[in-house]
């Protein structure tokens, strides 16, 4: 007697069948790359626009900062401690100083410097989803907006006093956003 065991017949997996996969379930695949696409940019365009910098300036003493108190001798300890705080201070005035950002707004651009300050001081007034789809729709008019007027100013006669008080709110702002402080010991 023999027996006969019948074994299970395994077909062979092809790339025409998982093409036959792909192909059968495109609008799936589809659907959901263009929900994932659309959320993603609905996302980015409501975000708010978080333009922050943080530095750190080490200073390091050296040899044309370190002077001997004349009055010191050679086997006493010059005591540099007041004076590197003093430095220190020094630094903070001169990078809090008015020249400073007059340089800051001279290279950045004053429109740079008060449209994106006015939006950050601005941007806590209303409800956050209000005050994001302004400043959306503000973003996307400004750009044309002020290539327009550029192109209207280029055409007029340069008007010095108008755009000296733009520089000079463009300062103020600076200085007013402008946080230093030393770190201390």
């Known amino acids: 007697m023999q027996s006969t065991q019948q074994q299970p017949k395994f077909t062979e997996k092809t790339l025409r069948d998982a093409y036959f996969v792909l192909f059968r379930n495109k609008n799936k695949i589809m ?9 993603v940019a609905i996302g ?22 370190v002077s ?27 990078l809090n ?29 209303a409800s956050p ?10 973003g996307l008019i400004r750009v044309p907006l002020i290539a327009l007027v550029n192109l209207v100013e280029s055409w007029s006669e340069p008007d010095p006093l108008g755009q000296l008080k733009q520089r000079e709110l463009a ?6 956003h402008l946080y230093t402080e030393a770190v201390k010991k």
């Open 171 to 176: 300062i103020n702002l600076l200085m007013k």
């Open 44 to 65: 980015t365009f409501f975000s708010p626009r978080i333009y922050q910098s943080d530095a750190k300036l080490m200073l390091r003493l050296g040899r044309e900062s």
């Open 31 to 39: 659907l959901c790359f263009a929900a994932v696409v659309l959320t």
């Open 68 to 94: 001997l108190d004349p009055t010191a001798t050679i086997g006493q300890i010059a005591h540099i401690g007041q004076n590197r705080e003093t430095e220190i201070n020094s630094e903070l005035e001169i």
């Open 129 to 138: 989803l209000l005050s994001k789809l302004r400043n959306a729709i503000k």
């Open 97 to 125: 100083s008015r020249e400073l950002a007059e340089k800051v707004v001279d290279a950045i651009g004053v429109e740079n410097i008060i449209y994106g300050l006015q939006e950050e001081s601005t941007a806590g007034t």
